[in-house]
């Protein structure tokens, strides 16, 4: 059974700091891999999506990287804001259903 | 806003009574995901549709629950004779393939 873990649960740095989030998953054998950001309360944004053929992507200040034969993402956050501060979840499907399989997030705040 | 529009926002029920629930996905969008999220946890996988066709249910989606996307457009969540223990947020994504896109979500408390 597919099992996604997330590490830290919690973060706090200050502002202007680069931060990773670590994403580990059970079963090598995925489609894709997203993460999402999810303020209080509210639905989930989709940041980046990574195929499973596919090493990484970026987006502005984001980086997120797959490496399926360790079972393991990252999301690399440059340079901080307080406007960061936010529930950020790893997801991947591994049938063609697409259905997502989440973890349970890291929770950051990001200190002005 | 063309986005998933899920309403209500927030519902109140007491313990007993049937609460539905709906959703309006981007247009066009075939696919059509039912999530459930407990405080703290990340989302869980409910329900699935492709166009009205309801292709896969969790083991979570017990007899009190329903779910239907008549003619490939909304689709609603039904909770019978709700219990406590279905407080969450409950979700719906949309997709046209790779990509999911989230409404708000449905808050439910059962008191």
């Known amino acids: 059974k597919q099992e996604v873990t997330q590490i830290p649960a919690a973060l706090s740095v200050p502002e202007g700091e680069n931060l990773v989030l670590n994403c580990s998953f059970t079963?090598?054998?995925?489609?894709?891999l997203q993460w999402f950001r999810q303020d209080p309360g509210k639905g989930l944004t989709s940041l980046l999506l990574?195929?499973?053929?596919?090493r990484e992507q970026t987006s502005g200040r984001l980086n997120a990287s797959l490496d399926k034969s360790s079972g393991r993402s990252t999301l690399y956050i440059a340079a901080s804001q307080p406007g960061d501060s936010a529930t950020y979840l790893c997801?991947?499907?591994?049938?063609?259903?697409?259905?997502?399989?989440f973890g349970s997030g890291t929770r950051l705040l990001v200190r002005p | 806003d063309t986005g998933v529009s899920q309403n209500p926002r927030h519902k109140i029920t007491k313990r007993g009574q049937n609460v539905t629930f709906r959703c309006d996905p981007i247009?066009?969008?075939?696919?059509l995901y039912w999530y459930r999220q407990t405080l703290g946890q990340g989302p869980e996988f409910l329900t699935y549709?492709?166009?009205?066709?309801?292709?896969?249910k969790s083991r979570l989606l017990s007899d009190r629950f329903s779910a239907e996307r008549p003619k490939g457009s909304f689709s609603t969540l039904e909770i019978q004779r709700t219990e406590q223990g279905d407080s969450a947020m409950y979700l719906c994504?949309?997709?046209?393939?790779?990509?999911?896109?989230f409404g708000q979500g449905t808050r439910l408390t059962v008191v």
């Open positions: 994504a949309s997709s046209p393939s790779l990509n999911a896109f």
């Open positions: 079963d090598s054998a995925i489609y894709n």
């Open positions: 990574i195929q499973s053929s596919q």
């Open positions: 997801a991947l499907t591994a049938d063609s259903s697409y259905k997502l399989i």
């Open positions: 247009s066009e969008h075939n696919r």
């Open positions: 549709f492709q166009n009205e066709a309801q292709l896969e």
